[in-house]
């Protein structure tokens, strides 16, 4: 890529260095000279004339130069820097070997082609990559007013040509020197120009790299940047290996190689991406086709454009590909009846919630890719023979046919026209050999599948899922290549097909909410089937014996099939099982590599009735009545059969006091327990021995007393007891937390009202935090990472409460901030305590700093304080589905908390560590905002700040020692912390070695060593 500064660079390189060598050269634009007639021979006598002197003239050929260099340099220590260099002839000819150079040289070469490097045998090589958002303030500053920083006044316009910048110098130096001692209305008028109008220094060294492409190579490059740019590698390489019949991964890769392309992990793993200004310059080599008429250019992607060619119907012979893509559905008022009759080069068309009311009679033959959802006619053109099609997809489409005839395609690999909602029937796929996907999702009025697909021997994804009117299929599917079928709403559909003998591809069968009765025996002919979902199938009866046979099904969905009361035998190599909602009467037989098992049941049924889902809960797992008591007992051993369970759900399924087995510990790797909403009032003591275990969940328990002692794991992460009304006990804090994850954990108990009622509890749940915050240490491998907590003597009648250590937070540009920690509580109230010296009205607070902070000092941290109001105060309160968000703002980063329904006032308290504050500013301001969500979704629905007070106060380490003192409990491990190395033990815990570790990892050193001959830029 041009612009980065590869040249600047090797300059001051050859600068700082060149007088270390008996002889130094650089030559400059080796692109440029050796492109000229006898251009690298002038390199080569430019090279060897400090030794030949008057002799160079022998030098008349590549050859003579070569050998000259050889023979006269190889005893010689010299610096040579090739710059720009765009072919191997040209380092094979100035640098051929190591050897052609005396021990100790230097060769720096610099191109924007890395293949050229890999190529020629050079391993060591440096990519310059863009500049950071500060270093490229600083360049465009020095550019626009000769100094590091911008002016104030023009601080924002300065942030916003450097974010057009986007780090390149090219350009940032270009746009500063241009902008150098102009007022402010032609910085706005020049801001308001960029993209439009090109800047040709830049335009020109960009273009450079595109000018150096292969003929093919720049039609791919041209279509990613005005097509394809953000989207997946894979989806890429498909697209144009469709538009191009040809294998283009490798085309990619050169232009990976030549920094015209990049391959990042961002939203879409592996998206192909390119520099915003090399696609500006893309973009501006395709409107100088014809800057007058898009209907001359080759590519057509904006809006206005389009509208142009469709509205006149003029020459369109040179355009290959039209993409528009719409944020949302739109109506356009564009006459495209004729307009495609002229575009004989279209290869892809792609109209994305583009609705155009106007039919199209003609479509090109030359099209490999339609992409025409909501397609406006009843069927595709009469005279459209598509030979090369490879992809058609038209969603939500108002065909009623796809065509009239036969028609052939011999290319077309995929045909989505799914949701086409007058869709009635679909042709004869004998014509369509090569079809290997085809989605025919809610075509709501399709009656009937052609038979031809029931034995297409390429087809490998067959969706059909919400097609309702769909009665009958063939009778047998013969699909050898099939790996995909879903028949999911095909609510009409009472039988299905026999599956062939050949059907050893099909993985994954969905059935969900057909009408079927049973599953033919022949499933035993589907030796790949991996996954089988028959969820809400209310008059299937059962499975078939031969499921049994299938060693190769890992996963059984069986919800809501309320007929099925078993299993048919041994499904030993089952690993994920769903129950919920079936007629289960019979105990599971061994399945030992079953790790997910979920039985979630209806709270609305009673567990005393034998109809009710808690008995089928009961009798599943070997659940017996016991003649002495109304409480079913369990048969011990039903539980050993599963011992390689790593979750287990049995939320809402009206279990009672003694159903959850005595010996549920056994399941040594079970890792989720899921059991809310149920009537138990206690849980076995065994459960501490599930050592493996990270989510315990027991939400609703309404009848739930005490929780027992949990695992003494380094695994827990999260204890959830919300809405736990009855719960008077909490476990023994000193056991809580034995061992567990502090840096992650978080234990949550909101709404349990009769916690206030055990005289102490408060104590003992500030034991808990004190457990989980203050007397941890750094991690080893973070000494950053311990935190301390701050308390007041709060009282209160009634509670909701929430404790928690959390780790994963970020601070943007810190990577040391990765695994931000911090502890906080939560319950009822309305006023800060007085504890709080420092308080405000309202969502916002302002802490002033001790100033200079001193290293080693006994300020350890922040306590913040926060009271909001309840969900009553909101402007649609009935539109709270039990959670608020609030966001805590301090300095430059954020964090966002998930708090509850709650019914109260509460109080927040909130600990930020002073390794949290890593500016040297004097005062920070900390601000609070509330967010909720309809229904559970992820999308806000509104923000309405409730936050009415707020309280801060410095901690120092005497407030440890009161709230150690209060509390009777041991005196917390403190960490001292130095601004310069970190938090330091203030006690003799820690061993030499330990402090020495705790040291080292704050330390990095880094070394750059030159020991071979060539070091390459690019």
Not at 836 to 859: K, M
Request: include cysteine; charged fraction near 25%.
């Amino acid at each position: 890529m041009g612009g980065l500064g590869k040249t600047t660079l090797a300059k001051l390189v050859f600068e700082r260095i060149s007088h270390h060598f008996e002889l130094s050269w650089f030559l400059s634009n080796v692109r440029e000279v050796s492109g000229k007639h006898g251009g690298l021979v002038a390199l080569q006598r430019r090279l060897l004339s400090p030794v030949l002197k008057e002799n160079v003239a022998h030098v008349w050929d590549e050859g003579a130069g070569t050998f000259f260099t050889q023979k006269r340099l190889c005893n010689k220590k010299v610096l040579l820097i090739l710059d720009d260099v765009h072919q191997l002839n040209q380092l094979k000819t100035l640098a051929g070997k190591k050897d052609w150079f005396g021990v100790g040289s230097r060769i720096i070469i610099t191109t924007r082609d890395e293949r050229l490097l890999v190529e020629h045998g050079i391993t060591r090589r440096y990519k310059v990559e863009v500049l950071k958002d500060d270093e490229a303030l600083e360049l465009f500053s020095r550019n626009a007013f000769k100094k590091n920083q911008p002016e104030e006044a023009f601080l924002e316009l300065s942030k916003c040509f450097v974010h057009y910048a986007k780090g390149l110098p090219l350009a940032l130096t270009t746009l500063g020197s241009f902008l150098y001692a102009r007022g402010q209305d032609t910085w706005k008028s020049a801001l308001d120009n960029l993209g439009k109008i090109h800047n040709p220094t830049i335009f020109h060294s960009l273009k450079v790299s595109y000018d150096g492409l292969e003929e093919i190579d720049k039609k791919f490059f041209l279509d990613v940047a005005c097509f394809h740019k953000g989207k997946g590698e894979e989806q890429v390489i498909e697209i144009l290996d469709s538009i191009y019949n040809i294998s283009s991964r490798i085309r990619i890769d050169i232009l990976i190689e030549k920094s015209l392309l990049t391959i990042e992990k961002s939203n879409i793993p592996n998206s192909v991406q390119m520099h915003d200004l090399i696609q500006e310059m893309a973009w501006e080599i395709v409107h100088l086709e014809s800057p007058g008429d898009p209907c001359q250019r080759s590519r057509l992607w904006l809006r206005n454009d389009i509208s142009h060619v469709f509205m006149h119907n003029s020459e369109t012979a040179a355009i290959e590909g039209i993409v528009l893509r719409l944020a949302e559905s739109e109506l356009v008022d564009w006459n495209c009846t004729e307009a495609f009759s002229k575009m004989h080069q279209l290869r892809l068309l792609e109209f994305d919630n583009v609705i155009i009311s106007s039919c199209p009679k003609v479509l090109p033959n030359s099209l490999r890719i339609i992409h025409w959802n909501w397609y406006p006619s009843k069927s595709l053109p009469q005279g459209f023979q598509p030979c090369f099609l490879a992809k058609l997809e038209m969603r939500y489409s108002k065909l009623f046919r796809l065509w009239d005839g036969e028609k052939n395609f011999p290319k077309l690999k995929s045909m989505d026209i799914s949701y086409s909602d007058n869709l009635t029937n679909i042709p004869n796929f004998t014509r369509i050999p090569n079809l290997e996907e085809l989605n025919l999702e809610g075509c709501k009025k399709l009656g009937k599948v052609h038979p031809s697909i029931a034995v297409h021997k390429k087809l490998k994804v067959l969706r059909l899922r919400e097609c309702k009117s769909i009665k009958s299929l063939p009778s047998e599917l013969q699909m050898d290549s099939l790996e995909f079928l879903n028949l999911s709403g095909c609510s009409k559909v009472k039988k299905i097909p026999e599956f062939g003998e050949y059907m050893k591809k099909l993985s994954k069968l969905f059935l969900d909410g057909t009408a079927i009765e049973q599953i033919p025996s022949s499933i035993d002919r589907l030796v790949g089937l991996v996954y089988l979902s028959i969820d809400y199938c209310k008059s299937i009866l059962g499975l078939p014996s031969a499921i049994c046979k299938l060693k190769s099904l890992e996963e059984l969905s069986m919800l809501g099939c309320s007929k099925v009361d078993k299993l048919p035998g041994e499904m030993e190599c089952l690993k994920l099982l769903s129950l919920s909602g079936t007629g289960m009467r019979e105990p599971l037989v061994a399945m030992k590599k079953l790790k997910h098992l979920t039985f979630v049941g209806s709270v609305a049924k009673s567990s005393t009735s034998r109809d009710g889902i808690g008995w089928g809960v009961d009798r599943i797992f070997g659940i017996r009545k016991n003649p002495d008591s109304e409480p079913w007992g369990l048969v011990l051993s039903s539980l050993n059969r599963l011992g390689s369970l790593t979750k287990l759900d049995l939320s809402d399924c009206n279990i009672g006091e003694g159903a959850i087995p005595d010996d549920i510990g056994c399941l040594s790797s079970l890792e989720v327990l899921y059991l809310s909403g149920n009537n138990f009032v206690s849980l076995p003591s065994s459960i501490r021995f599930l050592s493996e275990l990270q989510y315990l969940q027991l939400e609703r328990c309404k009848r739930l007393e005490q929780l027992p002692d949990l695992p003494s794991s380094e695994y827990l992460l999260l204890v959830d007891v919300d809405d736990c009304t009855s719960l008077k006990r909490l476990s023994d804090p000193s056991k809580l937390s034995e061992g567990a994850n502090v840096y992650d954990f978080m234990f949550t108990c909101l709404n349990c009202f009769r916690l206030v009622e055990e005289e102490g509890w408060i104590n003992r749940i500030f034991a808990m935090i004190m457990r989980l915050a203050p007397e941890v240490r750094p991690l080893p491998l973070c000494p950053f990472s311990q935190r301390y907590v701050s308390w007041s003597d709060f009282t209160t009648t009634n509670t909701s409460l929430i404790i928690g250590v959390h780790g994963s937070g970020t601070m943007k540009g810190m990577d040391i901030m990765k695994n931000v920690h911090y502890t906080f509580i939560l319950w009822p109230g309305s006023e800060i305590p007085e504890w709080f010296n420092n308080r405000s009205a309202g969502d916002s607070i302002t802490v002033e700093l001790p100033l200079p902070p001193q290293p080693c000092s006994d300020w350890i941290g922040i306590a913040l304080c926060v009271v909001f109001e309840d969900s009553k105060y909101l402007e649609n309160p009935a539109a709270l589905v039990g959670y608020d968000f609030f966001k805590i703002e301090f300095g430059f980063t954020h964090d966002t908390f998930k708090v509850g329904h709650l019914v109260s006032q509460h109080l927040w308290v909130f600990y930020l560590p002073r390794y949290h504050i890593w500016d040297a500013s004097s005062s920070h301001q900390f601000s609070f905002e509330t967010h909720y969500f309809l229904n559970g979704s992820d999308k806000e629905l509104k923000t309405s700040s409730i936050i009415k007070k707020c309280g801060a106060r410095l901690v120092y380490k005497r407030d440890l020692e009161e709230f150690s003192r209060i509390l009777k409990i041991p005196k917390p491990a403190v960490y001292e912390y130095d601004d310069e190395a970190g938090p330091i033990d203030s006690g003799s815990g820690s061993s030499d070695e330990e402090k020495q570790a705790m040291h080292w990892c704050c330390t990095k050193t880094f070394t750059l060593s030159a020991s071979h001959h060539n070091i390459s830029f690019f």
